[in-house]
């Protein structure tokens, strides 16, 4: 179920002294939209046999919007900060800023985590339609082929 999966995330995400699960987390959050990414184009090409050589449009898109993600990222958190007061160089901070910070270092990561998790529970290519995938290519009925 998807509590079981995200149960361990929120654990890792919350906890900073478990660093190695941090990288972890990170390379799990990393590899798996990439690896869901071929089968994604092989769903295509047997959808749309017209459409031939799309893979890298395909993956173009793929590294276009995580960087475009990134930069809108690291763009949200630094408009964050200095809307809640932050100065580069200050001993201290008022509280806007350490409740600014709190924020942005559990509780957004986690929504996004749980939305992120709806949307791979949502994506069609379950089981089931990576073994009809599997028997339509190697019967031999490859548009690419």
Not at 115 to 128: D, G, K, Q, S
Request: glycine fraction near 8%.
């Amino acid at each position: 179920s998807p509590l079981q999966l995200i149960i361990p995330a929120l654990v890792a995400v919350t906890h900073p002294a478990g660093a190695g699960v941090g990288v972890t987390n990170v390379s799990v959050g990393l590899s798996v939209p990439r690896s869901m990414l071929p089968d994604t184009v092989d769903d295509f090409m047997l959808r749309n046999p017209g459409c031939l050589n799309l893979e890298a449009l395909f993956y173009s898109f793929y590294v276009f919007f995580n960087k475009f993600a990134g930069g809108l990222a690291v763009g949200i958190s630094t408009l964050s900060l200095h809307f809640a007061g932050y100065r580069a160089g200050d001993c201290t901070y008022n509280p806007s800023v350490i409740l600014t910070l709190k924020l942005l270092m559990a509780p957004v990561p986690i929504s996004l985590l749980l939305v992120a998790i709806i949307i791979f529970c949502l994506h069609p290519i379950n089981e089931e339609r990576r073994k009809q995938m599997r028997m339509e290519m190697e019967s031999g009925c490859l548009p690419w082929s």
